[in-house]
């Protein structure tokens, strides 16, 4: 039996840790395991290898090899994991891209890459606008390429005999700069991300993970590279609207559901929505719900334990530059409430001062991580890069700062307290709006909420959905919180604005407060 750390070795390539050995060693062991389902189809583990070495084939005939970036912008979809696999035998590094991106952002983007090639979801005009005159192709005529290809024996061998520490991977993240930023990813650190995080999370040979995350987000990407380790089945289901959510992953017989609070409050509703109008909820096959990228309130943890009673949560903190920092073990936070768990196997959780010295166990300070997963860097920007990847003053080793902030207990468990731009200075206190936003969502009614800083004014505003009394919730807050932490308003809202990700668009949501305010 192959073990997980043998999983990724590319025996084509003098023992190398390479991304498609992924599928290469899960077709080995489970040929005929369903490896990835969508709406239009299904694939084997030995059909999606097969699939990559004919998208393996294709690019080399259109000269994409080692270092070449290859765009990718297409809805949720087998081909997409095809691609991811297929470049990866090259040694093209891939460019996922989320198709809601505008215009005007994708060409900052696209030049920003510099893509050899790009593969396109087919009626996207805006993307092949954007290209300006680079090279592109629709996936649906790519498939209709790769038909010619099949049986042939071009689909077959020559991969690039690259080594552990070449790129793989560009994914653009957002951050305070205006500008694009790629976090670069060679094989070696995505396969031991991979391999960490699945110690953690223990996915299984007869799990079903249900992918509603795009894969331009690491989080969703991530999920193909899980179930490959563990030879699961992967599931997409991208076209189908929201209010059939808890349907398709029912139907589906998704066993585990990454989700961000977007998703889980779309769960908590149609669970609450179809209690009213038909009783009990139907089973769930649902063993595993994981969290990462924006914090679960605790009211709406607790919401989605009561709708999904049979399932387990799972809290993790990630940021794109290392993949993940910490995971907490299936409800661990009913025994160490707000914690997000502690450092992945093989790597190590800092919390330093201002100064960049280590402070005692409860105190705050700055997230600073070690270990094989701290990515390469950002794509053409030494500047930026040499800020976060910073060396170790004594040794020399490189560490990512985080720029989060946080603390340790006594026994290693990591608690955030928010983001660099979510701790702010008020009435003289640093105030993080992340434990401002466990006191709004503990307030009964409120189903999403935000809090955001206007600095003009000096002013917090918390954003809710839900049938909320503004003025009663300011009342119960004033309660809990001191006068530093006491929003001055509340808005209630429809929908708090979401980023392509699923996350909360702060950004926005802090132009539509002050638009507001004025």
């Not at 670069?184 to 007869?206: C, M």
Request: aromatic share 6%.
């Amino acid at each position: 039996m192959t073990s997980r750390g043998e999983a990724a070795s590319d025996r084509t390539g003098r023992g190398q840790v390479r991304l498609h050995g992924l599928i290469d060693d899960a077709a080995r062991r489970r040929p005929e395991a369903v490896a990835v389902r969508d709406e239009r189809g299904v694939w084997s583990y030995a059909e999606l290898t097969a699939q990559s070495r004919r998208v393996a084939a294709w690019l080399r005939d259109r000269g994409v090899g080692r270092g070449d970036r290859l765009l990718l912008r297409t809805a949720n979809r087998r081909e997409q994991v095809a691609v991811i696999f297929g470049a990866s035998r090259v040694g093209a590094i891939v460019v996922p891209v989320h198709r809601d991106i505008k215009q005007f952002m994708l060409r900052d983007l696209i030049a920003d890459s510099d893509p050899v090639l790009s593969i396109l979801h087919d009626d996207d005009e805006d993307c092949w606008s954007a290209l300006d005159g680079r090279p592109g192709v629709g996936v649906t005529r790519l498939w209709h390429e790769l038909d010619g290809l099949a049986g042939s024996s071009r689909a077959t061998g020559g991969e690039v005999a690259g080594i552990s520490c070449d790129p793989c991977l560009m994914i653009y993240t957002s951050g305070s700069t205006s500008r694009p930023k790629a976090v670069v990813s060679n094989h070696a650190q995505v396969v031991f991300a991979t391999t960490a995080i699945a110690d953690r999370l223990g996915y299984r040979p007869d799990d079903v993970v249900f992918v509603r995350l795009p894969l331009s987000f690491d989080y969703g990407l991530y999920q193909v590279f899980l179930a490959a380790l563990s030879t699961a089945a992967l599931v997409f289901n991208d076209s189908s609207p929201d209010f059939t959510l808890a349907r398709q992953i029912r139907d589906s017989g998704a066993t585990v559901v990454p989700l961000v609070p977007s998703i889980a409050a779309t769960l908590v509703k149609l669970a609450d929505r179809r209690r009213a109008a038909e009783g009990a909820e139907p089973p769930s096959q649902v063993r595993l719900f994981t969290n990462t990228g924006s914090v679960l309130a605790p009211a709406l943890i607790a919401r989605l334990r009561a709708a999904y009673p049979a399932a387990s949560i799972c809290l993790m903190f990630g940021i794109t530059e290392c993949k993940r920092v910490s995971i907490l073990e299936p409800d661990g936070d009913l025994v160490r409430p707000g914690s997000v768990g502690t450092a992945l196997p093989g790597t190590e959780v800092l919390i330093l001062s201002e100064a960049g010295v280590p402070v005692p166990p409860g105190t705050v300070g700055e997230i600073v991580v070690r270990g094989p997963h701290v990515m390469t860097g950002y794509w053409q920007a030494p500047d930026l890069t040499a800020g976060r990847f910073r060396a170790e003053p004594r040794t020399g080793e490189r560490r990512l700062h985080t720029g989060d902030y946080g603390y340790l207990d006594d026994d290693g468990h990591l608690y955030f307290s928010g983001r660099r731009d979510d701790i702010v200075k008020r009435r003289g206190m640093r105030v993080s709006l992340t434990e401002i936003e466990s006191a709004v969502g503990a307030v009964p009614d409120v189903r999403e909420c935000a809090v955001v800083h206007q600095p003009e004014g000096d002013r917090l505003v918390a954003c809710v959905t839900g049938p909320v009394d503004p003025d009663d919730l300011i009342r119960r807050l004033a309660g809990w919180l001191d006068v530093a932490r006491l929003p001055d308003a509340c808005r209630v809202l429809a929908q708090l604005p979401m980023t392509p990700n699923g996350k909360i668009d702060r950004k926005a949501l802090l132009r539509m407060t002050e638009e507001a305010t004025a």
